[in-house]
């Protein structure tokens, strides 16, 4: 059997529904299954460790998947916090910025999602649009109500620079893809490129340019990937560079 890389998908902390309420840590299905079948290992990390403890765990993994969540504390940007502001975990944002900036120093392939976008532009030093309905009322509707709006529905296009690891995953300069941020990127880190924009503007995809493998989408691919090619491609991409380095 062909070498399986172990690719780390970062968890959050929960608690069981039911008394004593136990605390968890977990992740989402998708993502797991959406590793597990573009032929990686995956590997849950909780937000709990200690740096040391993830940085070593992180010297063992080939690659690493940011998951989505919720907001980054705006202070780490040097901001007050929107009134919309929810999901906020110290402890899964020091352990998710620690492992973003390791990832772009070492070459780690890193594949980073809706919130986890948002992580490696803060992690570089960038910030971020607190909540895009209320701070850029013109932007296009893109948070939804699932109970509503299924998460595998497509909600809006996006434009791809074609000279990019994004356009060359998705073999093409647009997309449709869905939509379940109610923040976005605002200051893009001076490392990183904007790889793709909705149609009013706002940043759906960035990458470091040079890097073995490291973009982040703000849209869920994860939900998508069994019924659009080009999104499964984001996930055997990142396998692909984990097999590699």
Known sequence: MSHQPLIGITGFETAFPQPPHAPLYATGQRYVRAIEDAGGLPVILSPGLSNDTLLATLERLDGL?????????????GEEPHPTIWGLDMNRD????????????????????????????VALGGSLVQDIETMQPKALRHMYDQEVTPREQVTHSITVDTDSLLGELVNSNAAQVNSWHHQAIKRIAAELK??????????EAIEI?????ALGVQWHPEWLYDRQPEMARLFSGLIAAAKRA
């Open 194 to 203: 904007v790889v793709a924009t909705a149609p009013d503007g706002v940043v």
């Open 209 to 213: 340019p040079g890097h073995r493998f």
């Open 65 to 77: 998947l940011l998951s989505g969540g919720g907001d980054i504390d705006p202070t780490i940007y």
């Open 94 to 121: 020091r352990a998710e910025l620690a492992m973003a900036q390791w990832a772009a120093q070492t070459q780690k392939p890193l594949l980073c999602i809706c919130r986890g976008t948002q992580v490696l532009n």
